[in-house]
């Protein structure tokens, strides 16, 4: 009997490990097909592109406002394709953290979003397979595809310091800050 116990044991524990091998290696970061969480704490985040600012609220009360730098061609108007150097203007959600960011630490936004995907069908940037992996991706509550003609990778990250490809970048102070209060599934509204 002890030597079933000692075996059922050791199989757990063997069994324990193994599963947690790739979920140490990614502690911290939650990649492509994370299951969406709603915001359950009421935080959210608005980024000001004519402001240049990030706006962290908890049901609607202001904790804190802070500078922020978007894409460098964000002026030209909304993102349209991958490279525009345009950050995109709508309605989001965190989809990834990666806390081995080259830019300190980011919070991935879940763009393209639908009505992107529906524009880039329409203007023959990318394919039904595509628009149908977007648009499925959203309605779960996943990452989209960040490798079709409308780009992707959008990120708020630190490292601020001038103009970016689309993201929006902040200084790791306040990344800090960010990273703290956003779960999986915080709304984020990139507006005027």
């Known amino acids: 009997?002890?030597?079933?116990?000692?075996?059922?044991?050791?199989?757990?524990?063997?069994?324990?490990?193994?599963?947690?091998?790739?979920?140490?290696?990614?502690?911290?970061?939650?990649?492509?097909g994370a299951a969406y969480k709603p915001s359950v704490n009421g935080i959210s985040i608005y980024v000001s592109k004519k402001g240049n600012t990030v706006t962290l609220n908890r049901y609607?009360?202001?904790?804190?406002?802070?500078?922020?730098?978007?894409?460098?061609?964000?002026?030209?108007?909304?993102?349209?394709?991958?490279?525009?150097?345009?950050t995109p203007s709508g309605k989001f959600y965190v989809c990834t953290k990666n806390d081995q960011s080259q830019?300190?630490?980011s919070l991935g936004l879940s763009y393209p979003g639908i009505?992107?995907?529906?524009?880039?069908?329409?203007?023959?940037?990318?394919?039904?397979?595509?628009?149908?992996?977007?648009?499925?991706?959203?309605?779960?509550?996943?990452?989209?595809?960040?490798?079709?003609?409308?780009?992707?990778a959008i990120m708020i990250h630190g490292e601020q310091g001038g103009g970016t490809a689309g993201c929006?970048?902040?200084t790791n102070d306040v990344m800090d800050i960010l990273w703290e209060y956003c779960n999986l599934g915080v709304p984020v509204t990139v507006g005027p």
């Open 103 to 105: 830019y300190y630490l």
């Open 115 to 152: 009505e992107d995907a529906e524009r880039g069908l329409a203007d023959g940037l990318i394919n039904e397979e595509q628009y149908k992996a977007i648009v499925d991706a959203n309605k779960a509550g996943e990452q989209p595809p960040w490798d079709t003609p409308l780009g992707g």
């Open 1 to 32: 009997m002890r030597n079933i116990r000692k075996c059922l044991g050791l199989g757990l524990l063997s069994l324990a490990l193994a599963a947690s091998g790739p979920a140490c290696a990614m502690a911290g970061q939650a990649g492509p």
């Open 60 to 86: 609607n009360s202001t904790i804190g406002s802070w500078p922020a730098q978007i894409g460098r061609e964000s002026a030209a108007g909304d993102k349209v394709q991958q490279g525009d150097g345009i």
């Open 168 to 170: 929006i970048a902040v």
